[in-house]
């Protein structure tokens, strides 16, 4: 069995670092002062999904299923999985306001590709139109038509980065309380753990971040959680750790604030008993496995591979 990389031994490389200076004086800069109202996530995301039109040529198909959980939106990337075959169900980041399955799809069909996965790529229902817990109830709806459809739990691995990394936490924490079977594993990519911002705020506060400041993401994300309150465990996923969670594997970026997420949920886990192995990569920013364009992100994405491919006993 390979052992995990050890990320602490690597220096960020040159491209990260000239990527960082890029972002620092010229998108950090803007989200100081973007208004982040309706009408502008509104032009952000068309700009998103026009930008990400060449995906469209990655076999995929669309699902639309009403069940007595609710409605399934999503799509197969790749062949649809046969019952019995292992899924991968992948839930996108967005801030709960933008991004889709269209934007990550080349990321998760490599994903799929690499791991021998069959992935289904989660299309939850984003703000402002839409409020919290309705992404929520949408991971839950999905997770149930594919036991439904003859997927045993141990078959499913759920993944997701920043808003679905902690959809794929609230999923397990409703599992629990309805006395099912969790996956057989996470794979958590620069998670959102508490929906308030505050463990991201205080990380930003002791190290900053080259991207974003907190305000402006807590003024887009704060149009889906505007309903939510404090104390309910599918706003705050950190009171839902546990030894009877799956093998955890978190990877993030030792320059973002959304670090300070990461560590509060591995001394959760850690605490509660569970298995959760952490990886911060110095000197990277959010969500950088998803863009390929350093080396860190390929390495951790290797990274993710290699401990999927450990749950399923192939490495």
């Known amino acids: 069995m390979r052992a995990p990389y050890d990320v602490n031994a690597h220096a960020p490389s040159l491209q990260s670092r000239s990527w960082n200076a890029v972002l620092r004086p010229t998108f950090k800069q803007l989200s100081r002062v973007l208004p982040a109202r309706e009408a502008e996530l509104i032009v952000l995301r068309a700009a998103m999904e026009q930008a990400s039109r060449r995906n469209d040529r990655i076999p995929h198909a669309t699902v639309r299923v009403s069940t ?14 046969e019952p019995g075959d292992q899924v991968l169900l992948y839930s996108h980041g967005s801030a709960y306001s933008v991004c ?10 490599a994903f799929g590709r690499r791991t021998g996965r069959r992935p289904f790529s989660l299309d939850y229902r984003l703000g402002p139109k839409h409020r919290f817990p309705a992404a929520h109830d949408d991971i839950v709806a999905a997770y149930l038509w594919l036991i439904s459809r003859g997927h045993r739990a141990e078959d499913i691995v759920v993944a997701g980065d920043s808003a679905g ?15 099912l079977s969790m996956p057989s594993g996470l794979v958590l990519i620069s998670p959102l753990v508490d929906g308030s911002f505050a463990a991201a ?26 309903t ?22 978190i990877i993030a970026g030792g320059r973002e604030m959304m670090r300070g997420d990461a560590l509060l949920w591995e001394r959760a886990q850690t605490a509660a008993g569970g298995q959760c192995e952490l990886q911060i990569w110095p000197g990277q920013g959010h969500v950088f496995p998803l863009f390929g364009l350093v080396p860190e992100a390929r390495m951790a994405f290797a990274e993710a591979v290699r401990f999927v491919r450990q749950l399923d006993g192939q490495v």
């Open 228 to 249: 939510a309150q404090p104390g309910d465990p599918r706003f705050d996923v950190s009171v839902e750790a546990g030894p009877d969670l799956p093998p955890t594997l």
């Open 68 to 81: 007595d959980a609710g409605q399934v939106r999503g799509e197969w990337v790749g062949p649809a999985a």
């Open 165 to 179: 990394g902690h959809l794929s936490l609230s999923l397990c924490g409703e599992l629990r309380r309805r006395g």
């Open 100 to 109: 889709s399955p269209r934007t990550h799809r080349r990321f998760i069909a």
């Open 201 to 226: 705020t205080a990380e930003y506060r002791r190290a900053g971040d080259p991207v974003v400041v907190p305000a402006y993401a807590r003024r887009i994300i704060g149009h889906y959680f505007r």
